[in-house]
């Protein structure tokens, strides 16, 4: 009788428990259509007061794709180098990669057809230098530029303090002068003063202002098809120079690489465990491909983002044309937000996918509020501005992102509250300032700077790839050593 | 309950779509029928509008 009375009380507790759950759960996903209504409020409420909203409402919703992508697919370019070189699993670098892939063959018809928002940064050693400094912040900070803005959605407080630190570095790195003036070569400032700047830019005060304007700009800016000799804007340029020499030939090398060092031997004591010929070519090649598909998730969320990346160029183009003009300065102008417009009338409007400068902004706009001059360099004050982020619209792409993220997030009930404690927040502080000072020495981060640079032709896209993994190499390195340094003071302390 | 994810998916599309209607017109008419001789659209485009040609330049250079 009293086993009977027993086992009632444990199915009556599981059963509560398993209404608890379902309970959760069910809040989650009204939290998640609570989020997708909020956007949609926001979407048409502004198209209804004002048509030209719907300019920003297109960076909201591709941001919001982007974010439900980047969460399901785990989409994070720290791992895959921490995981490639910690403990040797090439899946979320070949992952990447495909989805790099896949971005550059959805890219190279709206190249060819002339449409396209993307323009080529300046290639020099910089941008392995800037790589450099941003694969170190990303395995220190444990997270990205772009997976640290999903995994804020999924309530990690962790990458909101790298978002919060990158953000502040950038556009205190962007501003700093006086003393760092001293490290800047004499070339540099005179470069930079012949440019006729307007006046109110002042070019020869400011490290970054003069690496840019006289270093950086005096770089070409060319993709592989120029290089070629073709254009962008044609079939041979956007597919034979852009997609085949630029993507297709250096992506296949690189995979061949991981899967030699990485993937072959594996894979071949495995099937020959289980009594499989693998001698030959033919063997080669099915271990390769084995590799290409054995991150499917990542690989299906690079299919959609790439499709997503590109047709965002397209639709922005088109809304540019439809409106009559060429930035979305413009058009803040004509709907009344004139405050933080750069000199020329512009603001940061790049018409696709990226992550840093939109960050950098709204720490540039809370700072001016503050009474902080900074409209007088040239990041800020000659192209991007620093509007209200309330209407920056690259701002809302990366809210949508995090919301977007949130909501898939929710639904997968793999959100979840998770605070830091003191030492994950100082590596996020620190991971995340090392990022900042990387994606402003190399004009962009791990998407600006690599992923939409790749798979758009860039010669500079990969250069700030190679940077980006000797960073993360030296970033994997050192965390072994602290690791290893802390480890044996605890066993120390505990007498072992 | 787990099916209303579809919510999700049909409402994003439906925004996405609307924009991509809204946008595709001035497309048609500008470049999409220039499949394969985008450059000739580009080169119009910079006559049009030198100075901001030359703004466009200097953007990417500063992201």
């Known amino acids: 009788m009293q086993q009977q009375v027993a086992n009632v009380a444990t199915a009556e507790t599981a059963v509560a428990k398993m209404t608890l759950e379902e309970e959760a759960k069910r809040k989650k996903r009204l939290w998640a259509l609570g989020l997708l209504g909020f956007f949609a409020i926001v979407s048409v409420g502004t198209f209804a007061y004002n048509e030209y909203y719907i300019y920003l409402s297109v960076y909201l919703w591709f941001g919001m794709i982007y974010g439900m992508c980047l969460q399901y697919g785990r989409f994070c370019f720290s791992s895959a180098f921490r995981d490639l070189f910690a403990i040797k699993v090439p899946r979320m670098l070949v992952g990447i990669v495909i989805a790099t892939l896949l971005f550059g063959a959805v890219s190279a018809p709206i190249t060819a057809i002339g449409l396209s928002t993307f323009h080529a940064a300046p290639v020099s050693s910089h941008a392995i230098i800037a790589g450099v400094f941003f694969g170190i912040g990303m395995v220190i900070a444990g997270g990205c530029a772009s997976s640290s803005l999903y995994k804020t959605g999924e309530g990690n407080m962790n990458a909101l303090i790298v978002i919060l630190s990158l953000s502040l570095t950038q556009a205190l790195f962007a501003d700093v002068g006086g003393w760092a003036n001293n490290f800047v070569p004499e070339a540099w400032t005179q470069s930079a003063a012949a440019r006729g700047l307007p006046a109110s830019i002042n070019v020869t005060d400011g490290w970054v202002d003069q690496y840019l304007a006289g270093y950086v700009w005096n770089q070409p800016a060319v993709t592989y098809a120029e290089v070629l000799g073709m254009s962008n804007a044609s079939v041979s340029g956007a597919f034979v120079g852009n997609l085949l020499v630029g993507i297709v030939v250096p992506a296949s090398l690189l995979l061949a690489v991981v899967y030699v060092l990485y993937w072959r031997k594996g894979y071949r004591r495995k099937q020959q465990k289980a009594g499989k010929d693998v001698s030959g070519f033919t063997g080669e090649l099915a271990g390769y491909w084995s590799m290409i598909i054995a991150n499917k998730r990542t690989a299906i969320a690079g299919l959609i983002l790439g499709i997503a990346c590109a047709l965002h160029m397209l639709v922005i183009q088109g809304l540019r044309v439809k409106f009559g003009f060429k930035n979305a300065g413009v058009l803040l102008e004509r709907i009344g937000w004139d405050f933080g417009l750069s000199v020329q009338g512009t603001v940061f409007d790049p018409g696709y996918w990226y992550v840093t400068t939109q960050e950098a902004q709204w720490v540039g706009w809370t700072l001016q509020k503050m009474g902080v001059e900074n409209l007088d360099n040239i990041y800020f004050g000659f192209v991007n501005g620093i509007p209200n982020p309330a209407i920056n619209p690259a701002d809302w792409m990366s809210f949508a992102l995090i919301g977007g993220a949130a909501i898939i997030a929710l639904y997968h009930n793999e959100f979840k509250f998770k605070k830091p404690t003191w030492e994950t927040a100082m590596w996020s502080v620190i991971g995340g300032a090392f990022m900042g000072i990387g994606a402003r020495l190399g004009l962009g981060c791990n998407v600006g700077a690599f992923f939409v640079r790749v798979a758009n032709g860039d010669c500079s896209g990969w250069l700030f790839g190679l940077g980006m993994a000797g960073g993360a190499y030296m970033g994997v390195k050192f965390f072994n050593w602290w690791t290893e340094r802390k480890l044996a003071k605890e066993a120390e302390a505990c007498g072992l | ?63």
């Open chain 2, 1 to 63: 309950m787990k099916s209303d994810l579809w919510i999700v998916f049909a409402v994003t599309a439906g925004f996405l779509g609307f924009q991509m209607g809204y946008a595709l017109p001035p497309m048609q008419e500008v470049g999409l029928s220039a499949f394969g001789h985008g450059d000739k659209h580009v080169e119009e485009s910079a006559e049009a509008d030198a100075a901001m040609e030359q703004f466009k330049e200097l953007e990417n250079l500063m992201k």
